[in-house]
């Protein structure tokens, strides 16, 4: 089995995985640099699964290294990479997914529960299902919440991954426009039922170092 673990040089952070005749599967703009014998080979998917990612957007040419040697995955980043162990199956948020173990499958999710945020056709994420690693992308540390027959409402995007059996639905805050404006708070995230959920509700120091600097210099 291929070894995965995450390097911190100089604050930033990568994702090295050695290959000792093994795979590993990534997302297609995942790589940084890679040494040793090993082919990259990305299959065409099938003509429903090309479709799909045409109007979802999500890359389905998910490229699977093998050999003898080291991938590094990025990009360096100051913000968290964090080693999921997966049985059975879970959606991750879009932009969130690395890389994962040969053994996972990964697909295209079609989130409902957004679906008056997109015109009907509902808003797009990542599913992985099996057993094995995933590795994804967060600004801050993951932090682990077991739900059981419980609610968590999140006002942001920071729920980087959930299981699957977990709901998932935008909600308006409030019952109508004039609750929006009075209350300050627009959409939010509702997750609700029995399973992982997997939140990053603060970025670690160094991203939010950066986002303050972002914020004084303006738009570019």
């Given at each position: 089995m291929a070894e995965i673990e995450i390097v911190d040089n100089e604050g930033l952070k990568m994702v090295k995985v050695t290959l000792n005749g093994d795979s590993i599967r990534s997302e297609s703009d995942a790589l940084h640099y890679m040494q040793g014998n090993i082919e990259m080979k990305t299959k065409a998917p099938s003509v429903g699964g090309f479709l799909k990612s045409m109007v979802s957007g999500e890359d389905?040419?998910?490229?699977v290294y093998t050999g003898a040697g080291d991938v590094f995955f990025g990009p360096p980043t100051f913000g968290e990479y964090k080693i999921i162990e997966l049985e059975g199956e879970m959606v991750i948020d879009q932009g969130a997914y690395i890389?994962?173990?040969?053994?996972?499958?990964?697909?295209?999710?079609?989130?409902?529960?957004?679906?008056?945020?997109?015109?009907?056709?509902?808003?797009?994420?990542?599913?992985?299902?099996?057993?094995?690693?995933?590795?994804?992308?967060?600004?801050?540390?993951v932090q682990v919440v077991d739900m059981v027959n419980d609610v968590i409402t999140v006002d942001g995007n920071f729920a980087v991954a959930r299981d699957a059996s977990l709901n998932f639905e935008t909600k308006?805050?409030?019952?109508?426009?004039?609750?929006?404006?009075?209350?300050?708070?627009?959409?939010?995230?509702?997750?609700?039922?029995?399973?992982?959920?997997?939140?990053?509700?603060?970025?670690?120091?160094?991203?939010?170092?950066?986002?303050?600097?972002?914020?004084?210099?303006?738009?570019?």
């Open positions: 389905v040419f998910r490229p890389c994962s173990d040969f053994s996972i499958e990964v697909g295209v999710f079609r989130n409902k529960g957004m679906a008056m945020l997109a015109g009907g056709e509902g808003i797009f994420q990542t599913s992985v299902k099996g057993s094995g690693r995933v590795v994804v992308h967060s600004q801050g540390p308006l805050l409030g019952k109508g426009m004039l609750s929006k404006v009075a209350g300050g708070e627009g959409f939010v995230n509702i997750i609700s039922g029995t399973g992982r959920l997997y939140l990053a509700p603060v970025p670690n120091r160094l991203m939010s170092v950066m986002g303050a600097i972002r914020s004084i210099r303006g738009p570019e």
